[in-house]
């Protein structure tokens, strides 16, 4: 009898890319798929792509920055095909470009940013909010319990990320009348990670793409399920300004500043157990909103 496949084995699994040679290549989807393809999964893998033509991306050299443009959806039935460029190569930067295509057809497209770390004296952060730590806290598939008929989208999708809401998510809070401007959830990896940079930047880029939007929806007390609510994400841009572990908890913390014209945009901060920030992101999406329409 073989074990049972976690969702975060098959997460980690969709990391194991196919080299074609000539900087290409090929990852595969898990077998639990929404749809489309989820952001979260062509973020990370097209990180790791990148990572693997950079010769000191695990050791010396950091990446700092990766931005992205969501062009098509993807096709859960078929591999997705990741062609590297190489923009720069020094000792101290490199430079990438990552088109995710599939069958000729681009999907999006990445760039991604690596300097060596240097000694300066000038060093800040945000401080983290404060909130309750993750010790206690109800897990995502205790949250979606008894909403099972409600956000079934959730319920379905793969869960290789172990989440606490430090606040009430959008499903909850909209049946308790909450409008909420901010959204705090800690988040890990639901199992251990290799001692391998490159796969814990991959990781948190997985979770950036998790909650970020739900504070357009919240701050107008709208929910995932009960309401008429379209969302895709157009782009995303994501700061690393410390090495992450992203085998243990960081709080991520969202606001959205805007939202008009059908689009709506939300910044979110990652923060350590200690309260260090160790990175920042911003995501614009198509969001629209159907009202009901009211009984004559």
Known sequence: MTDTLTDFDAF???????????????GRHP??????????QILSQAIV??????????????????????????DVSR???????????????????VSVEQDGT???LMQLAYQTDARNPLVHGDPAPQVPGPEGLPNIQDTLRG????????????????????????????????????????????????????????????????TILDSIITRHGLSWGFDRIMAVTLNQSLWFH???RFDDY???????????????????????????LVASTTQEGVLKYFPARSAQ
């Open 79 to 97: 591999d997705i095909e990741y062609r590297v460029t190489r923009l720069r190569d020094t000792r101290n930067v490199a430079n990438r470009m």
């Open 242 to 244: 410390r090495r992450v």
């Open 12 to 26: 980690l699994g969709t990391l194991e890319l196919a080299d074609l040679g000539d900087d290409t290549f090929t």
């Open 106 to 108: 681009v999907l999006a």
């Open 147 to 210: 909403y099972e008929d409600v956000v079934t989208m959730f319920v379905e999708a793969p869960q290789p990320m172990d989440m606490r809401f430090t606040n009430d998510p959008a499903w909850i809070a909209k049946g308790k009348g909450l409008v909420q401007e901010d959204n705090r959830v800690w988040i890990r990896a639901a199992g251990d990670l290799p001692d391998d940079q490159v796969i814990h930047d991959a990781a948190m880029a997985y979770a950036s793409d998790t």
């Open 31 to 40: 077998a639990k798929v929404a749809p489309r393809t989820f952001g979260g």
């Open 250 to 276: 960081n709080l991520y913390a969202s606001h959205s500043t805007v939202a008009d014209g059908g689009r709506g945009m939300s910044n979110g901060q990652f923060f350590d157990r200690a309260g260090v």
């Open 49 to 74: 792509a990148s990572g693997n033509t950079v010769p000191g991306s695990r050791d010396s050299l950091f990446l700092h920055a990766a931005h992205t443009h969501f062009i098509n959806g993807g």
